[in-house]
Each structure stands twice: as C-alpha cells, then as structure tokens.
C-alpha cells in the first residue's frame, strides 16, 4: 500500500515514516501543503495523512482541491489537541477521518487501516491468483503446503502483482508505486526483487510465474 505523508515539523515526519515502513507500508513525504497537491493530482495513493497547519496550503485547502478534481484519495486529517473547528473544517472539506495530536503509534496505524478498508473497491486480506496465496496481514506468500514469510520491498512488489493478476505492470509503474518519486534508488532495485521473486515462486513449486512481457513489463502466468 501507498501512502503519502504531509507534515512540516521534520522530527514528526521522520518518526511516523519510520513507523509507517516499518509496518511495510511506501510512504512518499512532503513538508508542505503545495507538494502535497501536486503528488496527490499526479500520484497513485491509497491513502494520505495530511497534517492541518503546513506552508503554502493548509491541509483542508488540500482536501477541498483535491476533491474538486475529482479526486477520491481516503484522507487522515492531523489537527491540534481541542481544535474542534479544525476537524469540522476538515471533515466538511472532504477528509475522511482526523486524529489529534499527540497520538499513539498503534491509533495511527489502525485509522489508516481503517481508511483502506474503506476504500470505494474493497481488496481482502488474502490475495489469490492460481495456486498462490498471499496474506496481507502475516506477510505470507503460500502455495499448497509450503509458505515463505516475504518482507520489505518485495512483499509490496508481490502485492501489487496479486493485485491485478492479468495486468502488465511496466517496471516504471513499480518503481513509482513502490519506491516512490523521491527515491534515490535505480530501477534495476526493481529487476532484482522480481528475481527473488521467481527464486521464491520456485522453492514454493508453485505453478505462477512472473513472465516478462517485452518492451511492457511483467505480469503473472499460470
């Protein structure tokens, strides 16, 4: 899952990205409310927490833009302890939930978890294609009586794929979706998950594949 996280105050954004990814969520970053917009307008998010007071546009300015495009994204709203007028404002705007500051870790991840569950195409807990299971809560890839635990990056990779089961995902789609627009790493981070990928498909004897399409990317084959 992808998210994206807005908030101006440098010792809070790294902390809950850290919590976020280590919860094997991809997490893109911006510290301002004009970022915000043009990574959501532009972007394919499963969800974004948007803190309230940023630069340039406050975090309801955010909302109200984005859901005038059109634009569905789940939104968790972070606004000030006792500032009910904030929430309001926000919840009118369009979010879809808020969270006061300070909060715990665990409250956090389970409203974003709650967001996703909420999403306009509901996607389950297991994900199936052929003989392959993956289970999005214990991480674990299975197939008949024999299971590999998957983590990081490839756990996502694998995800995206069971995801859309017949579709060609270009490796650009992955690295954007994945990695995200800020990262440092090359695409060829991309080619050596799917690699791993396949070698644990193998061990598995599952009869999926990973089959590369040429010139377009790669999708799953029984």
Same mark, same amino acid.
């Given at each position: %899952?992808?998210?994206l996280?807005?908030? +101006?105050?440098?010792?809070?954004?790294?902390?809950?990205?850290? *919590?976020?990814?280590?919860?094997? &969520?991809?997490?893109?970053?911006?510290?301002?409310?004009? +970022?915000?917009?043009t990574?959501?307008?532009?972007?394919? &998010? +499963?969800?974004? /927490?948007l803190?309230?007071? %940023?630069?340039?546009?406050?975090?309801?300015?955010?909302?109200?833009?984005?859901?005038?495009?059109?634009?569905?994204?789940?939104?968790?709203?972070?606004?000030?302890?006792?500032?009910?007028?904030?929430?309001?404002?926000? *919840?009118d @705007?369009?979010a +879809?939930? &808020?969270?006061?500051?300070?909060?715990?870790?665990?409250?956090?991840?389970?409203?974003?978890?709650?967001?996703?569950?909420?999403?306009?195409?509901?996607?389950?807990? /297991?994900?199936?294609?052929?003989?392959?299971?993956?289970?999005?809560?214990? &991480?674990?890839?299975? =197939?008949?009586?024999?299971?590999?635990?998957?983590?990081?990056?490839?756990?996502?990779? %694998?995800?995206?794929?069971?995801?859309?089961?017949?579709?060609?995902?270009?490796?650009?789609?992955? %690295?954007?979706?994945?990695?995200?627009?800020?990262s440092? @790493?090359?695409?060829?981070?991309?080619?050596?998950? /799917?690699?791993?990928?396949?070698?644990q498909? =193998?061990?598995?004897?599952?009869?999926?594949?990973?089959?590369? /399409?040429?010139?377009?990317?790669?999708?799953?084959?029984?």
């Amino acid at each position: %899952m992808k998210l994206l996280y807005a908030e +101006d105050d440098e010792d809070a954004r790294a902390a809950v990205l850290a *919590l976020l990814t280590r919860n094997r &969520y991809s997490v893109d970053t911006v510290d301002n409310g004009e +970022d915000a917009l043009t990574y959501l307008l532009g972007g394919d &998010y +499963d969800a974004a /927490i948007l803190d309230i007071m %940023m630069p340039g546009l406050s975090g309801t300015e955010v909302v109200k833009r984005l859901r005038k495009e059109g634009k569905m994204t789940p939104i968790l709203m972070l606004t000030a302890m006792g500032e009910l007028e904030d929430r309001v404002n926000g *919840l009118d @705007a369009g979010a +879809d939930d &808020y969270l006061t500051k300070p909060f715990a870790g665990a409250e956090l991840l389970a409203r974003v978890r709650a967001l996703l569950r909420r999403r306009e195409v509901f996607t389950p807990d /297991i994900l199936s294609f052929g003989d392959l299971t993956l289970d999005r809560s214990s &991480y674990v890839l299975s =197939s008949g009586d024999q299971s590999v635990s998957l983590s990081g990056k490839s756990f996502q990779v %694998m995800e995206m794929f069971l995801l859309s089961p017949t579709q060609i995902i270009s490796a650009e789609q992955l %690295m954007e979706h994945i990695w995200g627009w800020d990262s440092e @790493a090359e695409i060829n981070v991309v080619w050596v998950n /799917i690699s791993f990928l396949r070698k644990q498909l =193998s061990a598995l004897n599952s009869h999926v594949s990973i089959k590369a /399409i040429r010139g377009s990317g790669y999708r799953l084959e029984i």
